[in-house]
């Protein structure tokens, strides 16, 4: 599966940004994707999952609230809507895909370690 990652950019601090991850290749297997991010000098983290077999989501504690995940499974795409954006969320953001069906919150985890990560899409907030 190929992923590709947009919608980053720089946004004022509260701000708002939608990001998208199309999905191609073997798409029909995806069950689990997410987004990650990685800022300098900083470990990737997970952000956000879903699931499509039952639309189960994970959100970060960091996040909570604020980022809202979604999918479009007729095209291939995760979304991620992030509002009251804060400075300490600029970082590179990825996302993955995985076929697996095990509870979003696992398929997260998993998927960070073996993720097979596109080039990312940098979102950057001013304060």
């Known amino acids: 599966v190929h992923l590709v990652e947009s919608g980053g950019g720089l946004v004022q601090a509260g701000g708002s940004l939608r990001l998208s991850c199309v999905a191609s290749?073997?798409?029909?297997?995806?069950?689990?994707m997410g987004w990650y991010r990685q800022a300098p000098g900083k470990e990737r983290e997970g952000v956000s999952c879903i699931s499509s077999s039952d639309g189960s989501t994970y959100y970060a504690d960091s996040v909570k609230g604020r980022f809202t995940i979604s999918r479009d499974n007729a095209k291939n795409t995760v979304y991620l809507q992030m509002n009251s954006l804060k400075p300490e969320d600029t970082a590179v953001y990825y996302c993955a895909a995985d076929p697996r069906d095990w509870p979003v919150h696992t398929m997260c985890v998993i998927m960070g370690l073996t993720g097979s990560w596109g080039q990312g899409t940098q979102v950057t907030v001013s304060s």
């Open positions: 290749g073997s798409t029909f297997s995806i069950i689990a």
